[in-house]
Nanobody, 117 residues
Framework: QAQFMESGGGLVEPGGSLRLSCKFFGSNFGVYPMAWYRQIPGKQREWVAGINNMGTTIYAHSVNERFRISRDNTQNSLYLEMNNLNPEDAAVYYC???????????WGRGTAVTVAS
């Protein structure tokens, strides 16, 4: 069963940038579509961006033009480059298999992003 470990979060000022990483533990990473999700405490987890096994990407409207999802199949890793961050982007970010909907019930610990002056 696949497992995930997210990293790269932290505190950033509005307008700043961060790059998140997700390490995939399991087999055949390259064949899976992958996605990033985020969750604010007390709210439902929401989808942020997805990338399929061919490298085609898709983004939630709220992050389009500011975030960029990518993957390195040789490293079993998924990335999320986040630019021009605003306080509404503050959340715990997770990765999972699936293009726009998670296909496993296994979640990592996530990585927390805080956007504040």
């Amino acid at each position: 069963q696949a497992q995930f470990m997210e990293s790269g979060g932290g505190l950033v000022e509005p307008g700043g940038s961060l790059r998140l990483s997700c390490k995939f533990f399991g087999s055949n990473f390259g064949v899976y579509p992958m996605a990033w999700y985020r969750q604010i405490p007390g709210k439902q987890r929401e989808w942020v961006a997805g990338i399929n096994n061919m490298g085609t990407t898709i983004y939630a409207h709220s992050v389009n033009e500011r975030f960029r999802i990518s993957r390195d199949n040789t490293q079993n890793s998924l990335y999320l480059e986040m630019n021009n961050l605003n306080p509404e982007d503050a959340a715990v970010y997770y990765c999972n298999i699936g293009y726009t909907t998670p296909t496993t019930n296994t979640w990592g610990r996530g990585t927390a992003v805080t956007v504040a002056s």
